[in-house]
């Protein structure tokens, strides 16, 4: 079974220097299941394979089944500590899903629980990419995973 | 499946995902930075905070939550990375 992942392509002005410049990013649509067991939260995931644990942004984090474990702090290209997000760590459950109603069994994946909302929810390796095959084909449109 | 109880989003969820995903330009020059919610093709709500997203929209739309695109508007100058953990 493949679910087809979603190819955010647009043309952006990053600085004076790249006008024009193609934006690309790699997502897919996740549902992660609600604390009352019975739903699921559905939103899209920005597939990252240079992150390895997933991250989930604050105000969805505290609605969805998760399993705290510690906390740690999470950097970008800013290493200083003051650039930091801090973050608990832990597990929930999650399902990966296309339009095409393709869908997988549930996920159990070691997670990020970002104590703020100001970042995308990022599917990484750890339990995710890790466990089935990622195809891009950019030049042909083309994006999956297939299970 | 993966439970006799779950249920994927109606059409108009994709439907709705389809609109955003045709508009990422205007909708990153206009909510950069934010979460916003979709419906019937058109910005429901929008904030900085997810819970604030989803207060407008109980406010706007007798539609079940679940059944409403919610996304982050990314800056595309951010790049993710993770800490190792000394």
């Not at chain 1, 002005?13 to 019975?38: A, H, M, P, W």
Request: hydrophobic content about 40%; aromatic content about 10%.
């Amino acid at each position: 079974m493949k679910i087809k992942l979603i190819l955010d392509t647009s043309i952006e002005n990053l600085t004076e220097s790249l006008q024009d410049f193609e934006f690309i990013r790699l997502k897919c649509l996740v549902g992660f299941k609600s604390i009352d067991g019975y739903s699921y939260r559905f939103t899209e995931a920005l597939v990252d394979t240079r992150a390895y644990i997933s991250v989930i942004p604050s105000g969805l984090a505290k609605k969805i089944e998760k399993e705290i474990l510690g906390e740690d702090k999470l950097k970008g290209i800013n290493r200083r500590d003051e650039c930091s997000i801090p973050v608990l760590v832990g597990k929930t459950s999650c399902i990966l899903f296309d339009k095409d109603y393709n869908v997988t069994e549930d996920l159990l994946i070691r997670s990020y629980f970002a104590k703020t909302d100001e970042v995308p929810v990022i599917l990484g390796f750890a339990d995710v990419l890790s466990k089935f095959a990622v195809y891009v084909n950019y030049q042909r449109r083309i994006a999956y995973i297939e299970i | 499946m993966c439970s006799e109880e779950f249920k994927l989003p109606k059409r108009d969820f994709f439907d709705d995902m389809d609109w955003i995903n045709e508009n990422r330009v205007k909708l990153r020059s206009e909510y950069q930075g934010r979460w916003i919610a979709v419906s019937n093709k058109k910005v429901l709500a929008t904030s900085k905070k997810i819970d604030e997203v989803e207060e407008q929209v109980a406010l706007k739309t007798k539609k079940q939550i679940d059944q409403i695109p919610i996304v982050y508007i990314e800056d595309p100058h951010c790049i993710y990375m993770e800490r190792k953990k000394r």
